[in-house]
């Protein structure tokens, strides 16, 4: 009898459906309950597929922290305040969060902390690295308190499965995952093809199409964004998203990253990290549905240089071995460098009307 796997379990649905959408491809990749590349590794740090600003330095989380608190105090300083973190990883954010911030007491005590995580190994190893904290744990955006609330997503909305769309010979297709050889039962090769469709989704439907241009639409983004833009206006509060992206939704974005190098998304099935490019306009026009304000973009260097990183970089310096130092700038760059993470990553930041601007993206 012949081992089942994911790759055969991804087959299995294509022959069934005759081709199956990018979007249930990811899924399966990434959060099958038992072979998904999320519910089974660390896929986090120097061992893992990639590493996140949170481990390259403290800096990035303390800075975070002082921001959070900012609109804390923005927000006349509640005593009950929910922060949400949106996929925390390792639980280094929010780890620093709480102690670049555990001077602040009534800040401390105001504080409801809810983590949505859907990997249960990295559920495991945050509650291990937050074993001093009461948390909440939810595996989806759902059901926050209903108080004021800051939530934080880093790295987090890359990971949602996208749909791909192109407009050819005046119609709408839908780009599939299918197989190179269906009438060959022993092989798992996969390829791309195209679906005919009805009509395409509302986003694109306003669009003057262009022959042969490819569209990225992710149903999963615009599900939790129209979420938390319902409890930030019922609620009040703030969102600051950090992430890697553009203003629109043209070109494939996919991208497969397995042991910190590019690889073929068709392939190592659950055992490479698939992300693609944020679309924050799409962010944006969710949000603003709301009548929120939506930030513009702000380049993560930018960001980081107005919440103070260089001061941080030498307050820190003052107490490092000389040895040290050299691994201390060399994070700092990495971070806010245009030709590395500092223009490479955007944020932007969602609040009420009638709140104050946020820090670092917004003149007052």
């Known amino acids: 009898m012949k081992k089942i796997n994911l790759t055969e379990l991804i087959k299995n649905s294509i022959i069934k459906k005759n081709g199956i959408s990018l979007s249930e491809y990811m899924k399966m990749c990434m959060t099958h309950p038992k072979y998904g590349y999320y519910t089974k590794k660390y896929p986090i740090g120097f061992k893992g597929d990639f590493i996140t600003s949170p481990e390259i330095s403290q800096m990035f989380g303390e800075l975070i922290g002082l921001w959070i608190v900012k609109v804390w105090m923005d927000h006349d300083k509640p005593s009950n305040f929910s922060l949400v973190e949106l996929g925390p990883g390792n639980g280094t954010l929010m780890a620093d969060i709480l102690r670049a911030t555990r001077n602040i007491p009534e800040f401390h005590k105001s504080l409801k902390i809810t983590l949505v995580e859907i990997s249960p190994a990295l559920q495991k190893l945050q509650k291990k690295v937050l074993k001093n904290y009461q948390i909440n744990w939810k595996n989806k955006l759902n059901k926050l308190p209903n108080i004021p609330t800051t939530i934080i997503a880093n790295e987090f909305f890359d990971a949602f499965p996208i749909e791909q769309y192109i407009f050819k010979k005046s119609k709408w297709l839908e780009i599939i995952v299918s197989l190179k050889n269906f009438k060959n039962k022993n092989s798992n090769e996969f390829c791309f093809g195209l679906k005919k469709i009805a009509k395409p989704p509302d986003e694109l439907s306003s669009l003057n199409n262009e022959e042969n241009q490819i569209y990225e639409v992710s149903p999963e983004i615009k599900k939790n964004i129209i979420y938390l833009s319902k409890h930030l206006k019922k609620n009040r509060g703030a969102c600051l998203i950090i992430d890697y992206g553009k203003n629109n939704n043209l070109g494939s974005t996919l991208q497969s990253i397995k042991n910190h190098k590019y690889s073929n998304p068709l392939e190592n099935q659950g055992e490479s990290d698939l992300t693609s490019l944020v679309n924050f306009r799409a962010i944006k026009d969710y949000a603003e549905n709301y009548n929120l304000v939506v930030t513009d973009l702000v ?66």
Not at 313 to 325: G, P, Q, R, T, Y
């Open 299 to 364: 380049d993560q260097g930018d960001f980081l240089n107005t919440l103070g990183i260089q001061e941080r970089f030498v307050a820190l310096s003052e107490n490092m071995e000389k040895e040290k130092i050299a691994l201390h700038l060399s994070s700092l760059k990495r971070l806010i460098d245009k030709n590395q993470m500092g223009k490479l990553f955007k944020v932007i930041g969602i609040r009420n009307r009638n709140s104050l601007p946020l820090v670092g993206l917004e003149h007052k």
